[in-house]
């Protein structure tokens, strides 16, 4: 186990309206400072299906499909005691300040990528915010039981949030 600061800033700007939390940056994401950066993560062809556009594939590219489409990242941890990338080895966590986003954007919902990141969202910022988050089946490599289509299919309610 090792301790690990989140480094990676969130990205977001006034125009966002949905909030889309992972709980915690893969070794990959960490390695690289941006989001789902391991190439086995799903979340930007899963995106991309539910906007409707190609998959961007740099760190620039993917900053501005967000920011295009409404759409704010971020991670619910901002340090915690983790090994590698295993979101079940999580221990002591410290959370982010979600209200830097939230006071900033007119956020209609937010989404949660997995069950960790929502079980993290509901104990620790849910209060907090005073907004609830709709749990969403993680994009990672690791839920095998979601084929991309599937996916697809049950990431495409955020679009009901993306253009009001």
Same mark, same amino acid.
């Given at each position: 186990?090792?301790?690990?600061?989140?480094?990676?800033?969130?990205?977001?700007?006034?125009?966002?309206?949905?909030?889309?939390?992972?709980?915690?940056?893969?070794?990959?994401?960490?390695?690289?400072?941006?989001?789902?950066?391991?190439?086995?993560?799903?979340?930007?062809?899963?995106?991309?299906?539910?906007?409707?556009?190609?998959?961007?594939?740099?760190? #620039?590219?993917?900053?501005?499909?967000?920011?295009?489409?409404?759409?704010?990242?971020? #991670?619910?941890?901002?340090?915690? @005691?983790? @090994?590698?990338?295993?979101?079940?080895?999580?221990?002591?966590?410290?959370?982010? #300040?979600?209200?830097?986003?939230?006071?900033?954007?007119?956020?209609?919902?937010?989404?949660?990528?997995?069950?960790?990141?929502?079980?993290?969202?509901?104990?620790?910022?849910?209060?907090?915010?005073?907004?609830?988050?709709?749990?969403?089946?993680?994009?990672?490599?690791?839920?095998?039981?979601?084929?991309?289509?599937?996916?697809?299919?049950?990431?495409?309610?955020?679009?009901?949030?993306?253009?009001?």
């Amino acid at each position: 186990m090792e301790t690990v600061k989140h480094e990676i800033p969130p990205v977001y700007d006034k125009n966002s309206k949905i909030l889309i939390l992972g709980s915690f940056p893969s070794v990959k994401s960490r390695e690289n400072q941006f989001f789902y950066h391991h190439p086995q993560n799903r979340f930007w062809k899963v995106l991309s299906g539910v906007v409707g556009c190609d998959i961007p594939v740099t760190i #620039d590219d993917k900053k501005e499909f967000l920011l295009n489409n409404n759409i704010a990242v971020w #991670d619910v941890i901002a340090s915690c @005691e983790i @090994e590698g990338s295993s979101d079940s080895s999580i221990k002591n966590v410290v959370v982010n #300040d979600l209200n830097k986003i939230i006071d900033t954007c007119d956020i209609k919902q937010i989404f949660c990528n997995g069950g960790k990141s929502f079980e993290l969202y509901k104990k620790y910022c849910e209060k907090n915010t005073n907004l609830k988050a709709i749990k969403l089946p993680s994009t990672s490599p690791a839920n095998a039981r979601f084929s991309l289509e599937k996916l697809t299919n049950e990431w495409q309610i955020i679009k009901n949030f993306l253009y009001q």
